[in-house]
């Protein structure tokens, strides 16, 4: 079993829906949480990041976390053509030696139709 | 753009050939990361630098790779004698030293190596 699970998706929404994405984990050792965006051929993007449990929004971007439950979702309002991408969840625990390495979900490809 | 720069960004090589791949992290990022990105698969972290010291290698890692960061800013990522499972997109990361955005990873655009 994966330490992250993330469903692959494909999600296709039209353009100004209400998107949901969603990681589940079973490492309690996790305490940071992150959501990258990833275009086709690019490298990964940072959009939000949150510590421990909480709710943290920035614009359109909502990030949750449930430590509880072991469950983080972003929410993406107004969702724009220029949204669609792949999304990864990633998180990492308490660093030995400064080492702040990532365990990322498999990612979920978002489209936004026109 | 001050931002981390990887090069190439793509390279075709065929079985048991040599490649390196070189990193250059955002300037004075003294933490340094490659994962390895497969297709339909999110990053695996392969190995971490603190300054010029590696400091942690995943068991991805197999003997025929190897990572330097002689002088603590860019970085080279050899594979000897490259399989077709070597196949994926090589991803680097910088990350600032401490202070509050020190979960910061700033990824650069990757090289994507086929082994034909």
């Known amino acids: 079993q994966k330490e992250v699970e993330q469903d692959p998706g494909p999600l296709s929404v039209p353009e100004g829906a209400i998107v949901s994405l969603n990681c589940t984990y079973s490492?309690?050792?996790?305490?940071?949480f992150m959501w990258y965006r990833q275009y086709s051929r690019k490298g990964p993007e940072l959009l939000m990041y949150t510590y421990s449990s909480g709710n943290k929004e920035d614009g359109r971007f909502t990030a949750q976390v449930d430590k509880s439950s072991k469950y983080i979702s972003l929410f993406i309002r107004d969702s724009q053509p220029s949204d669609s991408a792949t999304y990864l969840c990633a998180m990492r625990g308490i660093s030995n030696f400064g080492n702040e390495k990532l365990t990322f979900g498999t990612g979920t490809r978002l489209t936004i139709i026109p | 753009d001050t931002g981390v720069s990887q090069d190439p960004r793509h390279k075709i090589t065929k079985r048991g050939q040599n490649v390196t791949f070189r990193c250059d992290p955002i300037?004075?990022?003294?933490?340094l990361y490659w994962y390895r990105q497969t297709l339909g698969q999110g990053p695996e972290f392969l190995t971490y630098f603190q300054n010029e010291a590696q400091l942690e290698k995943s068991r991805l890692l197999s003997d025929r790779f190897s990572a330097e960061r002689p002088k603590g800013s860019f970085s080279t990522l050899e594979i000897q004698r490259t399989e077709q499972g070597d196949s994926a997109m090589y991803l680097c990361?910088?990350?600032?030293?401490?202070?509050?955005?020190?979960?910061?990873?700033?990824f650069g655009p990757g090289t994507r190596l086929t082994v034909t």
């Open positions: 300037s004075e990022h003294n933490r």
């Open positions: 490492n309690s050792a996790f305490q940071y």
């Open positions: 990361a910088s990350s600032h030293k401490a202070g509050a955005n020190s979960y910061e990873q700033y």
